[in-house]
């Protein structure tokens, strides 16, 4: 008898053909149209009727429906509040990486963002995850303490390939037995083993991933094999895991800065208004290198009294990108929130037509430019002539102008470019996790039961990270009135630009220099032994 081909079969088959959901080819298509057609020949008028004599073959195929049966009974028997996914069938885990997979689990949110503190950068992947809220979370390696050797000491769940994960574990209230500190949850990541699988075991898989705004290709790919024989001495087991993954892919963004409020301007009409206080334009390219490897041996006594379990995972993980930013700011991003200013923070340039508010006065149209209401300096010379006709001083940034040394009949302009800074930056970051551990487990008789648990981690970080600043000046025409932002950057006014505009590099100066380089280790043992017994008697 032929079964209907459960739901999760169709999935199972398409990540099997290395087909991602959601996207179309005809491989994909094929797929789902073969599948449900050779699972029903059953149903189908021609088909032979099997006589009672005859063998019946009968064919159940397991898939996701499968996993999501074991996270169940995992859930349904552990003494605490615990979920769980789990990839039954070796190389099939659901998400593309562990972070992904967990944002599946109730209570648990993934961090979007290169850092939770930093909004400004926008990560193709997530960078961490959350539980009810709360970013103290606590990682294991299967049941053991791991790390990385940078500030967090956290291990970060990007460094571990999913293609490794027999499944993962989300914790969200701790038993006796576990270890403390995770105030917010722990989570355990679980790497298959070689008695999970009934003999011998080969898998491979193959994918490639296009990014569409940087417009590469790049691969990965995995491969287990894993088996088990039966011995004169016990039962060995044997698994080898290796998996390879690259991701190039851009993040490009536009922010606008702080909102202000002001009270009772005339220049903007009285009332209540709110205006920006800028905008940064800014693009990330990232290229992202992931090696995992595990290597696992088990060994079980023939009276299954003892089981011993060996095993060596190692994660490689490096991250570099390049990024180029745009950032026109004006007033002080850093005053108390609650400040409410009563003179003008920005004004139009002259013959720009006033700010556009909506009905709740918040600003929707307009240039900001800077408002000067004096302008002062040393009068030392030797002093270059502007081309509006007063003078600036040989040395100073190109902007800076002296009301009491400009010709008769010439005075300072009433407005000025608001600071624009061009910002590069380049970073390359590599981590390296190796874990080794041996773990022993003796069921001395019906009552006792002792675990033995030897542990070391090596964990090195080398960072290096490198940002530069130009900074010139703008006229920023923004318009708010659409879906996303329009913004131009134009010649500033008050300001003494060569004809070459924005990309002369006469009109920069060089504001900062930031370097940042790091080399850390890490190294920790850890043991534990652990006794269960067995008190039950007739009244207890």
């Given at each position: 008898m032929?079964?209907?081909?459960?739901?999760?079969?169709?999935?199972?088959?398409i990540?099997?053909l290395?087909?991602?959901?959601?996207?179309?080819?005809?491989?994909?298509?094929?797929?789902?149209?073969?599948?449900?057609y050779?699972?029903?020949?059953d149903?189908?008028?021609?088909?032979?009727?099997?006589?009672?004599?005859?063998?019946?073959?009968?064919?159940?195929?397991?898939?996701?429906?499968?996993?999501?049966?074991?996270a169940?009974?995992?859930?349904r028997?552990?003494?605490?509040?615990?979920?769980?996914?789990?990839a039954s069938?070796?190389?099939?885990?659901?998400?593309?990486?562990?972070?992904?997979?967990?944002?599946?689990?109730?209570?648990?949110?993934?961090?979007r963002?290169?850092?939770?503190?930093?909004?400004?950068?926008?990560s193709?992947?997530?960078?961490g995850?959350?539980i009810?809220?709360?970013?103290?979370?606590?990682?294991?390696?299967?049941?053991?303490?791991?790390?990385?050797?940078?500030s967090?000491?956290?291990l970060?769940?990007g460094?571990?390939?999913p293609?490794?994960?027999?499944?993962?574990?989300?914790?969200?209230?701790?038993?006796?037995?576990?270890?403390?500190?995770?105030?917010?949850?722990?989570?355990?990541l679980?790497?298959?083993?070689?008695?999970?699988?009934?003999?011998?075991?080969?898998?491979?898989?193959?994918?490639?991933d296009y990014?569409?705004?940087?417009e590469?290709?790049n691969?990965?790919?995995?491969?287990?094999?894993?088996?088990?024989?039966?011995?004169?001495?016990?039962?060995?087991?044997?698994?080898?895991?290796?998996?390879?993954?690259k991701?190039?892919?851009a993040?490009?963004?536009?922010?606008?800065g702080r909102?202000?409020?002001?009270?009772g301007?005339?220049?903007?009409?009285?009332?209540?208004?709110?205006?920006?206080?800028?905008?940064?334009?800014?693009?990330?390219?990232?290229?992202?290198?992931?090696?995992?490897?595990s290597f696992?041996?088990?060994?079980?006594?023939?009276?299954?009294?003892l089981?011993a379990?060996?095993?060596?995972?190692?994660?490689?993980y490096?991250?570099?990108?390049?990024?180029?930013?745009?950032?026109a700011?004006?007033?002080n991003?850093?005053?108390?929130?609650?400040?409410?200013?009563?003179?003008?923070?920005a004004?139009?340039?002259?013959?720009?037509?006033?700010?556009?508010f909506d009905?709740?006065?918040?600003?929707?149209?307009?240039?900001?430019?800077?408002?000067v209401?004096?302008?002062?300096?040393?009068?030392n010379?030797?002093r270059?002539?502007?081309?509006n006709?007063?003078?600036?001083?040989?040395?100073?940034?190109?902007?800076?102008?002296?009301?009491?040394?400009?010709?008769?009949?010439t005075?300072?302009?009433?407005?000025?470019?608001i600071g624009?800074?061009?910002?590069?930056?380049?970073?390359?970051?590599?981590?390296?996790?190796?874990?080794v551990?041996?773990?022993?487990?003796?069921?001395?008789?019906?009552?006792?039961?002792?675990?033995f648990?030897?542990?070391?981690?090596?964990?090195?970080?080398?960072?290096?990270d490198?940002?530069a600043?130009?900074?010139?000046?703008?006229?920023?025409s923004l318009?708010?009135?659409?879906?996303?932002?329009?913004?131009e950057?134009?010649?500033?006014?008050?300001?003494g630009?060569?004809?070459?505009?924005?990309?002369?590099?006469?009109?920069?100066?060089h504001?900062?220099?930031?370097?940042?380089?790091?080399?850390?280790e890490?190294?920790?043992?850890?043991?534990?032994?652990?006794?269960?017994?067995?008190?039950?008697?007739?009244?207890?």
């Open positions: 032929l079964k209907p081909a459960p739901n999760g079969l169709l999935r199972s088959a990540r099997r290395g087909v991602k959901e959601g996207g179309v080819s005809a491989l994909a298509i094929g797929a789902s149209m073969l599948a449900p050779a699972l029903a020949q149903s189908a008028g021609t088909a032979t009727t099997p006589s009672a004599e005859q063998s019946v073959e009968e064919i159940v195929v397991t898939g996701m429906r499968e996993a999501l049966k074991t169940q009974d995992i859930k028997e552990a003494d605490t509040v615990v979920d769980s996914i789990t069938d070796i190389g099939a885990f659901p998400d593309k990486s562990v972070a992904e997979a967990l944002q599946r689990v109730t209570g648990v949110f993934v961090t963002f290169a850092a939770a503190s930093d909004t400004t950068h926008f193709a992947e997530p960078s995850v959350l009810r809220g709360l970013p103290q979370v606590r990682s294991e390696f299967n049941g053991r303490d791991s790390f990385n050797a940078n967090s000491r956290g970060g769940f460094d571990v390939s293609e490794l994960m027999a499944g993962v574990d989300t914790y969200k209230n701790l038993t006796a037995d576990m270890i403390e500190g995770g105030i917010a949850g722990t989570i355990n679980r790497t298959a083993l070689p008695f999970d699988s009934d003999g011998f075991v080969a898998a491979f898989s193959a994918e490639a990014g569409d705004i940087v590469e290709l691969p990965e790919g995995s491969v287990l094999m894993s088996n088990r024989w039966s011995t004169g001495i016990g039962e060995i087991g044997v698994m080898a895991n290796a998996a390879y993954s991701v190039t892919t993040s490009q963004g536009v922010q606008l909102y202000y409020r002001l009270e301007v005339d220049a903007y009409g009285g009332g209540t208004k709110w205006i920006p206080g800028g905008i940064d334009v800014r693009e990330t390219i990232y290229d992202r290198t992931r090696i995992g490897a696992a041996s088990q060994w079980r006594s023939p009276d299954e009294s089981l379990t060996l095993q060596y995972n190692r994660s490689e490096q991250n570099d990108f390049d990024e180029y930013s745009l950032t700011g004006i007033g991003s850093q005053t108390a929130q609650d400040l409410v200013l009563t003179s003008p923070l004004i139009p340039p002259e013959g720009a037509p006033a700010y556009q009905n709740r006065g918040v600003f929707t149209r307009g240039v900001l430019t800077d408002s209401d004096g302008w002062a300096g040393p009068n010379s030797p270059l002539e502007h081309p006709g007063y003078m600036i001083h040989e040395g100073f940034p190109h902007w800076y102008c002296y009301s009491w040394s400009v010709p008769d009949g005075t300072c302009p009433s407005t000025r470019g624009l800074s061009a910002d590069s930056r380049v970073a390359e970051t590599k981590n390296v996790t190796q874990d551990s041996l773990n022993l487990k003796w069921n001395v008789n019906d009552r006792l039961a002792l675990n648990d030897l542990q070391h981690i090596d964990s090195t970080v080398d960072n290096f490198n940002s600043n130009s900074k010139t000046a703008a006229d920023v318009d708010l009135t659409g879906r996303r932002p329009r913004f950057f134009n010649r500033p006014t008050g300001f630009f060569t004809p070459g505009g924005f990309a002369d590099p006469a009109n920069y100066y504001e900062w220099v930031m370097e940042h380089a790091e080399q850390s890490g190294q920790e043992w850890a043991g534990r032994i652990d006794a269960e017994i067995d008190i039950s008697n007739g009244w207890v």
